[in-house]
């Protein structure tokens, strides 16, 4: 496949669901916005524009490149266990989704990490453009994450074709201000209500469902959380530590947000080391979140 071919297949399924949720939130919304919708709307997607420029610039090859490239050479786990196409397209979907959750649960762990992600978050509030609002250089290292792992697993083309496509589609669906029937996020797919209670500004709320496209990892390993202790419509989105629209919802503030400190808050995974709630009440060396509170 080649890349303008690849590029329009992505592009188009993308701007396909934007155009799409953004009617369903017109006419159906979850939730009244809190912030003017045309300013936020035009940074968070500057902010999506800026992240294609440079993954274009800075990264030599896709993970669709890689993917050309594995089987080319004959790279990766498929190579020594020579499945069905069918199945190893399913195995590389599913496997690709694990990896991406696994990613997401560090970086809300690792405090170096969480500077970058708490860009995504700090969106005070949540619709479908919340979906494309990451830093540069979390879009960066997630698709060199993204590169490696389909190396190791010498997934074919059409395999990541398919789970970039999903991954972009879901993203922005799971962040759609829209209400859906309960019961979909357990075998389906995260649905926005699933998604939404992980942009909660308490802790043992937004270290929850971590999941962007299966609801599986969070069930299995024990991140889900059913709602929100506020509920759906009176919960607080954001980081609790951030609530400066000047700061969170414009270009300028989203960019630079990853060098201002980590104030020790129970949102900020200066936070999740030291006072988080993952399964068990606790993380690996820290406290329980009603010890962190106290």
């Given at each position: 496949?080649?890349?303008?071919?690849?590029?329009?297949?992505?592009?188009?399924?993308?701007?396909?669901?934007?155009?799409?949720?953004?009617?369903?939130?017109?006419?159906?919304?979850?939730?009244?916005?809190?912030?003017?919708?045309?300013?936020?709307?035009?940074?968070?997607?500057?902010?999506?524009?800026?992240?294609?420029?440079?993954?274009?610039?800075?990264?030599?090859?896709?993970?669709?490149?890689?993917?050309?490239?594995?089987?080319?050479?004959?790279?990766?786990?498929?190579?020594?266990?020579?499945?069905?196409?069918?199945?190893?397209?399913?195995?590389?979907?599913?496997?690709?989704?694990?990896?991406?959750?696994?990613?997401?649960?560090?970086?809300?762990?690792?405090?170096?990490?969480?500077?970058?992600?708490?860009?995504?978050?700090?969106?005070?509030?949540?619709?479908?453009?919340?979906?494309?609002?990451?830093?540069?250089?979390?879009?960066?290292?997630?698709?060199?994450?993204?590169?490696?792992?389909?190396?190791?697993?010498?997934?074919?083309?059409?395999?990541?074709?398919?789970?970039?496509?999903?991954?972009?589609?879901?993203?922005?669906?799971?962040?759609?201000?829209?209400?859906?029937p309960e019961g979909l996020d357990r075998w389906l797919v995260v649905t926005p209500d699933m998604h939404r209670v992980h942009h909660s500004t308490q802790l043992r709320e937004s270290n929850r469902n971590f999941g962007f496209n299966l609801p599986w990892w969070d069930r299995?390993?024990?991140?889900?959380?059913?709602?929100?202790?506020?509920?759906?419509?009176?919960?607080?989105?954001?980081?609790?530590?951030?609530?400066?629209?000047?700061?969170?919802?414009?270009?300028?503030?989203?960019?630079?947000?990853?060098?201002?400190?980590?104030?020790?808050?129970?949102?900020?995974?200066?936070?999740?080391?030291?006072?988080?709630?993952?399964?068990?009440?606790?993380?690996?060396?820290?406290?329980?979140?009603?010890?962190g509170r106290s």
């Open positions: 496949m080649n890349h303008s071919l690849e590029v329009s297949i992505r592009l188009g399924a993308s701007l396909l669901v934007l155009i799409s949720m953004a009617a369903w939130e017109v006419l159906r919304p979850r939730r009244r916005l809190t912030v003017r919708k045309g300013p936020r709307w035009a940074n968070n997607l500057a902010l999506a524009l800026l992240n294609a420029v440079a993954t274009r610039w800075l990264l030599p090859i896709t993970a669709v490149g890689t993917a050309a490239l594995a089987t080319e050479r004959g790279w990766g786990l498929w190579t020594a266990l020579p499945w069905p196409a069918w199945l190893e397209l399913v195995l590389t979907v599913a496997l690709l989704d694990l990896a991406i959750y696994l990613q997401h649960v560090l970086f809300h762990a690792v405090p170096g990490l969480w500077r970058l992600h708490r860009v995504h978050h700090a969106d005070l509030d949540f619709d479908v453009t919340t979906g494309s609002r990451f830093h540069p250089f979390e879009i960066v290292l997630s698709a060199l994450f993204k590169i490696g792992v389909v190396a190791a697993l010498g997934a074919s083309v059409w395999a990541v074709v398919l789970f970039e496509v999903l991954l972009n589609a879901t993203a922005l669906f799971n962040h759609g201000n829209v209400a859906l299995l390993f024990g991140t889900y959380l059913a709602q929100p202790e506020r509920g759906h419509l009176a919960m607080e989105i954001g980081v609790q530590e951030l609530r400066e629209e000047q700061q969170v919802e414009r270009l300028k503030g989203m960019l630079t947000l990853p060098f201002l400190p980590l104030a020790h808050t129970p949102q900020s995974p200066g936070g999740i080391s030291s006072g988080g709630d993952f399964p068990g009440g606790r993380t690996p060396g820290g406290p329980s979140y009603e010890e």
